[in-house]
């Protein structure tokens, strides 16, 4: 499968910032034969020669940043890995892919992200091939793709990081309608989602619905539930839990900080650059449904903000990705902080 070409490097690409750089490789092993390079299972005899000749292009430069010269050779062996193990992703049921070839596809868009930063390309592509890996691969090295991916987000300028407002101001009022069957994503990270939703777990976050709301239905007084509002443990238990009595909660989740900090606009600004999987359409039996990878802040402006269409960031775990916070001892520390 051929993938889309890329565009070709500057003339005068900037030079890598010393402290990124320094930041980035402490990331990494601290020598190369540190970087086992481990695969879980059998990949075919020519993937470790070039996964071998990648680290040592890594590693030739001594921890400092990779020559011009280098950097691109870096680029195209992670072009040409994520290409060869995209395949092999492609070859049959999600289920029965290897997880080795998930993993050389791993390090196919961790050698292209670090060669984009060695080379002092904008961070935004490799953000965007951290995603990929973090989506599509399986983890290595300790997850590295997700820490990579915290310091690279830190980086991207203040413009990529919009809320929803300024977004709202670009949305157009019509638009193309997406393909019904659109093709597999790019190895190199563009085109639609394929077993990326097939390999995540179930955690539905944002949705857009656009048809009107059913009205609720009418419920006698005899029927209403009871309604409790941050009852004791004790109480709920020998009241409601081991009667198993029916009851309505209220307030228990106002402490929570997703409760004051979660909305839209967060969202989009604290993870609008990052790609994720979105559905198409209103339910996947009909005919037209299809999936899409997308960044946040694409998903937000399309599908939150102009609600004619319906799409679902679903059956995707966003805090395995890392896209957002985690809370710790009352704290909540967002992604890329």
Known sequence: MAAPAEAAAPAAAPAVSGALWAEVWALLPGTEEELTLA????VDDCVQPLLRRAR????????????EEAAAALRRLGDILRDYSWEKLNAGPWREISKAWRQVYTYGCLFGALAEVAAGRPVAPAVRLCDMGLLMGASVLDNVLARLV?????????EQRRGAAALAAEVRPEGPDPPRRPPLPSPRGGGSAGPALAAAGPTTVLQSVWTEPRPAPAVRP?????RLRCP?????????????????????????????????DYFCQIAGCRTVPVELGTRYTDEEWSQKLMTVSDFISQYIVNEKSVGYLAQHQLFDQNLLARTEGGRTFPAGS
């Open 39 to 42: 695969l879980s299972g059998e």
């Open 150 to 158: 915290r310091v690279l987000q830190r980086q991207l300028p203040r």
């Open 56 to 67: 040592g292009l890594l590693y030739g430069a001594a921890g400092r940043p990779c020559g």
């Open 232 to 264: 004791s443990l004790e109480h709920f238990r020998d009241n409601y839990l081991i009667p198993q009595k029916p009851v309505v909660l209220e307030g228990i989740m106002d402490h929570w900080p997703c409760m004051k900090k979660w909305s839209v």
């Open 222 to 226: 005899e029927d209403a539930l009871p």
